[in-house]
T-cell receptor, first 112, second 114 residues
């Protein structure tokens, strides 16, 4: 079983829709949770990070962490074609935070 | 451009040759991380370095792979005697703080072994 599971998609939605991206994990020792966006043939770009459980909002993006369910989500409101990319969740431990553990990534397409 | 820089962006090597990948961290960052992304897979941690020190190499294959971050110059990931299975995208990230989850990635080097 992988430490971090993420549905690879692809996921295709119309412009303006609310997008929900999710990851589950098996190791309760994860304390830091990140979302990266990766455009084709580019490096991952850090979107948001949270520590432990709770919500964090940044513009059209909201990250949620539910440690009791070992489940994290990223919501994108008013999705735009420019949001089309692969979204990667990543996690790390309190001790050894340098070692990010990534999900496989979900490929998202926003259709105009 | 103050971002993480990697070169070359594309590298083609024949089996048995050496591949040398370079990474210059963001300005002001002194912590470097290397990750490998195989086709259709997520990124896998390889090694974490500070200037002149390897801090965590738990993700590095035991043979043929090495990394360094000298006092002057970029960090280098070296792969000796490359094999087809080494074909992947290699990403470097940097952070301004030690042991940080807040890592900023470069554009990657795509290695193809023929």
């Amino acid at each position: 079983q992988k430490e971090v599971e993420q549905d690879p998609g692809p996921l295709s939605v119309p412009e303006g829709a609310i997008v929900s991206l999710n990851c589950t994990y098996s190791n309760s020792a994860f304390q830091y949770f990140m979302w990266y966006r990766q455009y084709s043939r580019k490096g991952p770009e850090l979107l948001m990070y949270t520590y432990s459980s709770g919500n964090k909002e940044d513009g059209r993006f909201t990250a949620q962490v539910d440690k009791s369910s070992k489940y994290i989500s990223l919501f994108i409101r008013d999705s735009q074609p420019s949001d089309s990319a692969t979204y990667l969740c990543a996690m790390s431990y309190l001790q050894g935070a340098q070692k990010l553990v990534f999900g496989q990534g979900t490929r998202l397409t926003i259709n105009p | 451009n103050a971002g993480v820089m990697q070169n070359p962006r594309h590298l083609v090597r024949r089996r048995g040759q050496e591949a040398r990948l370079r990474c210059s961290p963001m300005k002001g960052h002194s912590h470097v991380y290397w990750y490998r992304q195989l086709p259709e897979e997520g990124l896998k941690f390889m090694v974490y370095l500070q200037k002149e020190n390897i801090i965590d190499e738990s993700g590095m294959p035991k043979e043929r792979f090495s990394a360094e971050f000298p006092k002057e110059g970029p960090s280098i990931l070296r792969i000796q005697q490359v094999v087809r299975g080494d074909s992947a995208a290699y990403f470097c990230a940097s952070s301004g703080q030690a042991v940080s989850y807040e890592q900023y990635f470069g554009p990657g080097t795509r290695l193809t072994v023929t």
